[in-house]
């Protein structure tokens, strides 16, 4: 299957196709809105702490043993 080009998002500046944000090379970015997203992610397991919480983990690979873990 072949995604057709045009529809391969690109950047608004300089018109490279855009990738995701993954921790696979040096291209990760870790800004504050990064920072600002784990925050809010930490203060919603806080709200869940005593609660039965289902967390689906969707997709997720093993780049991130560090981040990523299991049992939860």
Not at 15 to 38: C, I, S
Not at 41 to 51: A, N, P, T
């Amino acid at each position: 299957m072949k995604i057709p080009s045009e529809l391969v998002p690109r950047c608004p500046v300089c018109g490279a196709p855009v990738t995701t944000n993954l921790r696979a090379d040096d291209k990760f970015v870790e800004d504050e809105g990064w920072h600002a997203a784990a925050d809010n992610y930490e203060k919603f397991l806080k709200s869940c702490e005593g609660r039965k919480t289902l967390l689906l983990e969707l997709g997720v690979g093993m780049n991130t043993p560090v981040i990523i873990k299991f049992p939860f």
